[in-house]
């Protein structure tokens, strides 16, 4: 059944921004070869690679929640909230952040990729090889590949904290969020101006500097000693620490929130901490982690570190099911096939090749060999960072001069390497360093070559 099954095709507009989108829908069940449940980041790299693999007209179906064919995500948290020469759709759907065509909703019809928008999936049935959408359509599939990402943990809906289900609080994953936290910078400027962000990790930090650069007063909350703990040592947290600080911002380490005060209306209005004080706000924004969303195949496919287990072909327990993404629990090679997963955008581009390819070239055989990588871009810093932050680091280069970095020894080994404000051959080599993990000379020769221990390699 290499067709597209007994389906009649409609053209649907849908208004999006200041552009119409045509997006495909069928109106019958439906059976398709590929289905890609999740319409993110993830499955536009997917759609990519069944085209490039000779997916004929009609073979590929993906399913979104969203009015949007799939996107660029990291935008949202960047160039999205920025107050000037702010990024809009169309201009960052996949594949752009790749190097990629950018894949507008005309690409899709062109390609014969019945990419299907506002298609909520509510359930998967394994064993029937069924997916079933809220409004009631059923798609049969041969080989389904999950792409349905992770969403923002609610402090109510998970957490059931006091006034957080007031209005002023905004969380960020899609464009619909982040229009929403546009219109809450505007009403916050038009009120007392004062933001609070709460946590102090990837998401928060970059809308803490994009509220910043919309000229509110910002304070960071978190529980932690220090920013992005998780990520970096003590060091490398201060000097942004600092320079936030710099900008204006303030941080309130090692704070726990109590409730969220309420005026009238029901707008959060203040937030208060276990220690008594309490932050007049005029909007909040929550970056607070993710939850793998997996519940539609709990009980039907094994499940490890959070997310659906996968093998080295990103197939999961059920041979006809695929993850990729977010979700995707998959054994890392560089760390002896310890299963994890890793919630960043170039995994979920890759993963989506890999699993693409491993459906379309089972003989492959190909294991996933991901190698950890994290950046940010705020304000005009710009850092990355490869590899594993486990064990002893060695500092090196000038922060004053917002050039340096670190390097992370473990066994004797350098098994990780960080950088900020380096060049595009700067980021290559330490990227290099991190995949090669070449023996480790003494802490203060690596101090004293810095840079160059990695150009050198």
């Given at each position: ?195 609070v962000v709460i946590g102090g990790g990837y998401i928060g ?253």
């Open positions: 059944t290499h067709g597209r099954g007994h389906t009649r095709r409609t053209c649907v507009v849908l208004q999006a921004h200041e552009r119409e989108q045509e997006v495909l829908h069928d109106d019958d069940a439906s059976s398709y070869p590929y289905v890609v449940v999740g319409g993110g980041n993830a499955a536009g790299y997917a759609a990519k690679a069944f085209v490039e693999a000779g997916a004929t007209d009609g073979q590929v179906c993906v399913l979104g929640d969203e009015p949007y064919v799939s996107y660029e995500r990291p935008a949202l948290s960047k160039a999205y909230l920025f107050p000037e020469k702010p990024a809009r759709l169309p201009g960052f759907h996949t594949c752009v952040g790749g190097g990629g065509e950018r894949q507008e909703p005309e690409w899709y019809a062109q390609k014969g990729v019945d990419f299907r928008t506002r298609a909520r999936v509510v359930r998967v049935d394994a064993k029937a090889k069924e997916v079933h959408t809220a409004a009631g359509d059923v798609v049969k599939y041969e080989k389904l590949v999950m792409a349905t990402g992770a969403r923002p943990t609610d402090l109510y809906k998970d957490f059931k904290m006091e006034g957080a289900d007031g209005t002023g609080i905004y969380y960020l994953r899609d464009v619909a969020d982040a229009d929403q936290i546009v219109q809450g910078i505007q009403t916050a400027k038009q009120g007392g101006g004062k933001a930090l970059e809308c803490a500097a994009a509220l910043c650069l919309n000229g509110l007063d910002v304070t960071v909350i978190f529980p932690e000693d220090y920013i992005m703990q998780r990520i970096f040592p003590k060091e490398i947290s201060e000097f942004y620490e600092k320079y936030y600080e710099s900008k204006g911002v303030k941080f309130l380490k090692g704070r726990v929130i109590s409730l969220f005060s309420c005026n009238e209306s029901g707008k959060i209005c203040k937030v208060n901490l276990k220690d008594g004080m309490e932050l007049p706000c005029d909007m909040v924004v929550a970056g607070v982690g993710a939850r793998p969303n997996v519940e539609m195949l709990q009980g039907q496919v094994e499940m490890e570190a959070g997310g659906i287990k996968v093998n080295g072909q990103m197939q999961s327990s059920d041979p006809n099911i695929f993850a990729i993404g977010d979700i995707a629990a998959f054994p890392l090679l560089c760390e002896g096939g310890k299963v994890q997963r890793s919630e960043h955008v170039v995994n979920a581009r890759l993963t989506a090749a890999h699993a693409v390819k491993s459906i379309m070239e089972p003989e492959a055989k190909t294991e996933y060999d991901y190698l950890p990588y994290f950046y940010s871009r705020v304000f005009d810093l710009s850092w990355q960072l490869y590899g594993v932050n486990e064990g002893d680091h060695v500092m090196f280069g000038t922060p004053e001069e917002k050039k340096f970095g670190a390097y992370w020894i473990r066994d004797g080994k350098v098994v990780g390497a960080f950088m900020e404000g380096g060049s595009a051959e700067d980021f290559e080599n330490i990227k290099k360093v991190a995949k090669a993990r070449p023996a480790a000379p003494s802490k203060e020769d690596l101090q004293s070559m810095g840079p160059d221990f990695a150009s050198k390699l």
